[in-house]
């Protein structure tokens, strides 16, 4: 599994579509309210699954921890939402702490991590 994070339009899809020649239907887009579409080639907008998994509390971490081979040979895309300025909201708080968390785990397995940076990549793994 490839991970790549950064802020928001930094260039990650476009990097991941480029880097490891997806076409737009090899990217699953999760969204607050789908299911993870876990087996898919690229998984972009982690960050959104990881907010329903707040809203429905469930631990994102765990889920693709007991799904490790579903994603294995996928590229993730994450925003970055952990850092800045702390949001007032409880929820808010808790989605950005769930998705550094998960990034976090991800990031320990993951064959290759990339930040994207002002659309340039920094291999950080």
Not at 19 to 34: F, M, N, P, V, W
Not at 102 to 122: D, I, K, N
Request: glycine share 8%; charged share 25%.
């Amino acid at each position: 599994m490839d991970l790549i994070i950064g802020g928001a339009y930094q260039g990650k899809r476009a990097y991941a579509k480029e880097k490891y020649a997806l076409t737009d239907a090899q990217i699953a887009s999760c969204t607050e309210r789908g299911d993870l579409p876990l087996g898919a080639r690229c998984i972009d907008h982690l960050e959104l699954y990881t907010l329903r998994c707040v809203k429905d509390g469930v631990n994102a971490t765990e889920v693709f921890r007991a799904h490790a081979k579903e994603w294995e040979n996928s590229v993730l895309i994450c925003e970055d939402i952990f850092c800045g300025v702390v949001p007032m909201g409880a929820e808010m708080r808790a989605w950005r702490e769930v998705t550094g968390e998960l990034c976090a785990y991800l990031s320990r397995e993951a064959v290759h991590v990339t930040r994207m940076f002002c659309g340039l990549a920094q291999v950080l793994k």
